[in-house]
């Protein structure tokens, strides 16, 4: 086997260097400096060497960037990166701290940042140097994964997954690295960029315990003594955490006064700063964990290669498999569990979670956790209802606002209160009432937005999309119309505005699809329109709960991504404003912006993740290393802790993904406060009491 290697058009051939690696296509860097090709925006550029370029970015912009265009780029001709595996190149980074930095590949000299492009992120430590891959036609999710084990020695960039169709890749004009919001000036080093062919091999890639067979790291289990030595550590460790002293039954702060005790949770603005109020009426800030589970299952139909042990029909774990979408799938997490507390796993691995929780500093059972953990409460839980049917019930109409989320329903047919209605009677009786209930949510990041690259990032795609249906299957639309004849009138009078040519009312309700962007009297009509069907929403939602438990907190929806309508719509009817918040700290700019819908903020997902104990992926927010990722935990706490409108926040999850992906979507992420073989992290758990314990008295 040989290798090609091509340098701005002129070919060589030379031996091969790996049997592994078919073939290489190198991009000289020297040339590429001397011919002009590489442009820096708040950053100074210099050759580093044979085939490197050094990087030294400034802190005069948000975002300095250096430009790497691809030979002919200019002239329309971009470079044709199919068929090969991955974008790979050595970094070095000169700065004494680890450095998040990104990378992203262009496929249009022309883009926006969302479309003809696909950005990636890594960090790399301080005075590192390491080999990075881009991802070219090595999807993970091929292999029902959304991570997988590096290739020819190097890590996988991060990257979101939806942005990938956007890449033309028989197309490549131009690379570019770039920093963000950088304090002090910091110079990286790349050399040697290639692109690569080399087999993806998954082959035994899971050991006996579901951890990655290719690495060792501290707390990696070796055999079922590992786990039983395991346990027994643990047990001593949380015999001398307990946790935090000074907390009322609930969990409040057990000095507070000047609250009315009314048996349920509830918000009230003490100062300026909004705070939970126990049963007891004690102060308190929310530090939830979500999923508190035996772990998920992976599939493992069709993928028994990756798998060095599955059990037989002989063996007593062969009853953890399941069926899941018509295929096997086995709970490796569970099984590991059964190893480690026996015939009881369950219950004892239940109450080791409570305790962990406990000692950790948190205070809530979040949302996905198992629901025996209701029974017989010792520490304060959630109540979430899906927004869809019951497995026999009602469907309600639903159309897809943004193709890359799940669809959104028609909140304005009576099918939808009526779904809401049959999820919250699944809700056992023994939890109506009860004061151990934290809150309800409903709801998990509704799409009312469309993709972010749509106009003023998808605000208006609702409304759109609605108009598109015809009147006579869709309630939504006949809403949207008898408002709109309402205000106008005429038809006449709605095309002035709209400055539309539509024949008639009967035009409009049978659907159209009306060009973007829209102008501004269109826009206020869309933004009305918006408001209302998220007041819908929103006011059904907080019906469901009031009918079954009318004095519990109604905690909204888990908000993903949100436009004013949407958030305005929540504070109107909802306890709190909850949402998913994937980023360093909470916002400092929400009390200026927000201050005025005159409710707090519950952080309901936010995680750091790491790869350096032999997972695949980071997760949403991934950090070089497990003492990383835990300082990254005390700085986003801390933020919620400063912060006035935010009264609490949940961590997502308790436990890593199952290596090889969860069923539902592949997720492989390394997040969790415990591994997949039940060891908790021992940075994260140091991190959690430095930091939880003291937090509602630093507020």
């Known amino acids: 086997m040989r290798e090609r290697f091509l340098l701005l058009g002129l070919c060589l051939t030379l031996p091969a260097t790996s049997t592994a690696q078919n073939s290489q296509y190198l991009i000289s860097l020297d040339r590429m400096l001397r011919g002009g090709l590489v442009s820096g925006y708040h950053a100074d550029v210099a050759s580093a060497g044979f085939n490197a370029v050094s990087m030294t970015f400034r802190t005069s912009a948000s975002y300095p960037t250096v430009n790497f265009k691809t030979p002919g780029a200019s002239q329309g001709r971009g470079q ?44 790399i430590g301080p005075r590192q140097r390491a080999v990075y891959a881009f991802p070219v036609d090595a999807d993970p999710t091929s292999y029902g994964m959304r991570g997988i084990p590096g290739v020819a020695g190097a890590t996988w960039l991060q990257y979101n997954r939806n942005e990938v169709a956007n890449l033309n890749k028989a197309n490549i004009v131009r690379f570019l690295f770039f920093m963000e919001n950088l304090s002090v000036p910091v110079t990286l080093v790349v050399s040697e960029p290639r692109l690569i062919s080399a087999p993806i091999d998954l082959n035994g890639v899971a050991d006996r315990f579901g951890q990655y067979s290719g690495s060792t790291w501290p707390g990696k289990v070796g055999g079922d003594l590992d786990l039983l030595d395991q346990r027994v550590d643990e047990d001593a460790d949380l015999l001398l955490n307990p946790g935090p002293l000074g907390r009322s039954l609930y969990g409040g702060l057990l000095l507070s006064s000047g609250n009315t005790a009314t048996g349920r949770f509830r918000t009230k603005k003490i100062g300026d700063k909004w705070w939970f109020i126990d049963p007891l009426g004690k102060n308190f800030l929310a530090f939830g964990m979500d999923a508190v589970n035996l772990g998920t299952s992976t599939i493992t139909q069709d993928r028994r290669h990756m798998f060095r042990w599955l059990p037989t029909s002989s063996d007593p774990l062969y009853d953890l498999y399941e069926t899941y979408n018509g295929k096997q799938a086995f709970r490796m997490a569970e099984a590991n569990r059964r190893r480690k507390f026996g015939s009881e796993y369950v219950d004892l691995s239940l109450a080791r979670g409570r305790q962990r929780l406990r000692s950790w500093g948190f205070n809530v059972i979040g949302n996905w956790s198992d629901k025996r953990l209701w029974s017989a409460p010792t520490m ?34 009576s099918k939808f209160a009526q779904m809401l209605s049959q999820q919250a009677a699944l809700v056992p009786a023994t939890s109506l009432g009860d004061p151990w209930v934290f809150g309800w949510y409903v709801g998990n990041e509704p799409t009312f937005l469309g993709d972010g690259a749509a106009e003023e990032g998808g605000r208006y795609e609702l409304a759109y999309k609605v108009l598109e249906r015809s009147a006579s299957s869709w309630e939504c639309k006949r809403v949207f119309v008898a408002d709109l004849r309402a205000r106008y009138g005429t038809i006449q009078a709605l095309n002035t505005a709209w400055g539309t040519s539509l024949a008639s009312w009967t035009a409009l309700e049978a659907g159209v699809a009306l060009s973007r962007p829209s102008n501004a009297a269109r826009k206020v009509d869309f933004q009305t329109y918006i408001r209302k069907f998220a007041d819908t929403y929103f006011q059904k939602c907080r019906d469901a709960v009031r009918a079954k438990d009318p004095t519990a907190m109604y905690l909204g929806t888990r908000l993903f991504r949100f436009s004013p309508e949407t958030i305005a719509a929540n504070a109107a009817f909802a306890d709190v404003i909850s949402m998913s918040w994937y980023r360093d700290t909470v916002d400092p700019n929400w009390a200026a912006t927000y201050g005025s819908l005159n409710k707090p903020f519950l952080i309901s997902e936010f995680h750091f993740g790491a790869t350096d104990r032999g997972m695949f ?43 090889t992906g969860r069923k539902e979507d592949g997720e492989n992420y390394g997040t969790g406060f415990v591994s997949n073989v039940d060891y908790p992290y021992p940075e994260m758990v140091a991190k959690a009491r430095q930091t939880l314990y003291d937090a509602p008295n630093r507020r």
């Open 80 to 123: 044709d990166w199919r068929g090969y595996t991955a974008f790979v190149f050595n970094l070095e980074n000169r700065s004494p701290a680890a450095l998040r930095f990104r990378l992203r590949v262009d496929s249009s000299l022309n883009v926006t940042g969302l479309l003809n492009c696909l950005t990636s992120w890594e960090y």
């Open 380 to 413: 304060p839980y959630v109540i979430g209802l899906t927004v869809g049917p019951t497995a026999t019930g009602v469907v309600a109409p639903s159309f897809t606002v943004d193709p890359s989320r799940k669809a959104i329903y028609d909140v304005f047919d």
């Open 617 to 659: 992926h980071g997760g949403l927010n991934k950090r070089s290393s497990q003492q990383d990722r835990a300082n990254a935990f005390r700085t986003y706490i801390d933020s919620v802790v400063n912060h006035p409108l935010v009264a609490g926040v949940f961590y997502f999850a308790y436990q890593d993904s199952p290596l």
